[in-house]
Each structure stands twice: as C-alpha cells, then as structure tokens.
C-alpha cells in the first residue's frame, strides 16, 4: 500500500514536472512571437518611410502649422531620434478634372476630399511636381496657395490632367519612450498635435546612422515578461540599410 502512495506521488511529480516544462516553453515562445512581431512593426514602418524621406519635401521651413525643419529629407539627432519629411502615405487624392497652371482650387474626384480633412492636413503635393499649401477646404475642392511667403494666393506653376495624383506631406519624428523602464515603447510624432503615439511595446532601443545615401538602423527590443524560471527577459534586434533614394 506504501508503495502504490509512493510511486502515484512519483508519477503525479512527473506529470506536474512535464506540465510546467511545456507550458513554460508555450508561453515563452508566445512572448518571443510578440517581440519580434514588435521588432519587424517598428523596422518595416520606419524603413518604408526612410525610402520616402524627402520626397515633396516643400521649399519652406514650416510644415502642416509646425516649423523649425532646417533639414532635408532626413535628420538623426543623437544616433537615437530620428525626423523624416516626405509623403508617406501614397496619394491621397487624384484631381477630378484637368487644371491649368495658375489655379488656385482643386476639384479632387468625389470622395477625395474627405482624406484631407483634419488638423495637420495643410501641406500638399501635386503630381510630385510642386507644393502647396491647403488655405481652405470645402467638399472635395482644395483652395491651395503655391508661395505661402509671398502676398496673396499663388497658383500652380503647371497644368495638370485629370486623375493627377495628389499627396499629403508629413513631418515625422521617432524615438524610444523609456519614461517607464519596464514598458519602453517606440513612439512617432507626426507633428499634428496629437504629440508622440505609439507604434511598438516593449523596444528598448532605436540606432540610426547615415553614410551618403544609405541608412542603417537597429531595432532593439525585448519579451513582455520576464521568464518564469530564469527571472530575465529574452531581448532581440532587427537590423536593415535602406537605400535613401529621394535624398538630394
């Protein structure tokens, strides 16, 4: 009888042992799956935007209300922060109807003029030929000023035809929250207000550097918890270079 009790405790350590092992693996491959989708998240958006840093970036300082851009294209500020102008966003728009050069409204094909609306949506690009800025908007007619600095509104510079694409130009600055160490996150600004969102958990660290037109970046980032055994976090980082194609 003694030995049945002895050998069913053995059996139930056993069984218990192999529970606890595998879900301790389930759960940290969950958390490893998080982190790198986390990591591939933050990598793939910023290359994407790196690729189109600069693209109908617009002759002025002052972008969708908010000034201070004396760069082109792309600036790194500490190897950790990093600001991008360009459009990011594909058109958000195409131009109902031909327009001539010296026009100061746009008819955008119906619906258009919905994906301009909204604080921080001021700064224009028309064909990838020239800037603008939106003074006003009602329905899908943007009435655009082409020389902000100069004294009333100014037309465009081209013709242009039917179904010419039309772009949003953005300001973007990234960096790493750290303001809680436990849950870093990697935050954009688009410079509309609304100040840094969030656009990865769990990354601890951004390093960006650039040689002539070609960009590195480092993603570093590590698990939601730490391991239940072990008491540590498993880390990771993703690496990529993108070609900075629209730079001068």
């Given at each position: 009888?003694?030995?049945?009790?002895?050998?069913?405790?053995?059996?139930?350590?056993?069984?218990?042992?192999?529970?606890?092992?595998q879900?301790?693996?389930?759960?940290?491959?969950?958390?490893?799956?998080?982190?790198?989708?986390?990591?591939?998240?933050?990598?793939?958006?910023?290359?994407?935007?790196?690729?189109?840093?600069?693209?109908?970036?617009?002759?002025?300082?002052?972008?969708?209300?908010?000034?201070?851009?004396?760069?082109e294209g792309?600036?790194?500020?500490?190897?950790?922060?990093l600001?991008?102008?360009?459009?990011?966003?594909?058109?958000?728009?195409?131009?109902?109807?031909?327009?001539?050069?010296?026009?100061?409204?746009?008819?955008?094909?119906?619906g258009?003029?919905?994906?301009?609306?909204?604080?921080?949506?001021?700064?224009?690009?028309?064909?990838?030929?020239?800037?603008?800025?939106?003074?006003?908007?009602?329905?899908?007619?943007?009435?655009?000023?082409?020389?902000?600095?100069?004294?009333?509104?100014?037309?465009?510079?081209?013709?242009?035809?039917?179904?010419?694409?039309?772009?949003?130009?953005k300001?973007?600055?990234y960096?790493?929250?750290?303001?809680?160490?436990?849950?870093?996150?990697?935050?954009?600004?688009?410079?509309?207000?609304?100040?840094?969102?969030?656009?990865?958990?769990?990354?601890?660290?951004?390093?960006?550097?650039?040689?002539?037109?070609?960009?590195?970046?480092?993603?570093?980032?590590?698990?939601?918890?730490?391991?239940?055994?072990?008491?540590?976090?498993?880390?990771?980082?993703?690496?990529?270079?993108?070609?900075?194609?629209?730079?001068?």
């Amino acid at each position: 009888m003694l030995l049945a009790i002895v050998l069913g405790c053995l059996v139930g350590m056993v069984l218990y042992q192999m529970y606890y092992t595998q879900d301790r693996t389930y759960t940290l491959q969950s958390e490893i799956s998080e982190m790198q989708q986390n990591l591939r998240v933050a990598i793939e958006k910023i290359s994407r935007d790196l690729t189109m840093a600069g693209f109908a970036q617009p002759p002025w300082t002052t972008i969708n209300g908010e000034s201070g851009i004396d760069f082109e294209g792309m600036r790194v500020t500490g190897g950790t922060v990093l600001d991008v102008v360009g459009t990011f966003d594909g058109a958000q728009g195409t131009m109902a109807k031909k327009t001539v050069a010296g026009a100061t409204a746009l008819e955008l094909s119906s619906g258009d003029g919905e994906n301009f609306q909204g604080k921080g949506k001021i700064d224009i690009n028309i064909g990838g030929r020239e800037n603008a800025k939106i003074t006003n908007k009602s329905g899908s007619t943007l009435t655009i000023d082409t020389d902000p600095h100069a004294v009333g509104l100014q037309g465009l510079h081209h013709e242009y035809p039917a179904g010419t694409p039309v772009y949003l130009v953005k300001w973007k600055t990234y960096w790493v929250d750290n303001a809680k160490p436990a849950e870093p996150v990697l935050r954009v600004d688009e410079h509309i207000g609304s100040g840094g969102q969030p656009l990865a958990l769990f990354i601890t660290g951004m390093a960006i550097a650039q040689t002539g037109r070609v960009a590195s970046i480092t993603i570093s980032g590590k698990t939601r918890n730490p391991d239940r055994t072990t008491g540590l976090r498993t880390s990771g980082q993703l690496t990529n270079r993108i070609v900075l194609r629209n730079l001068p």
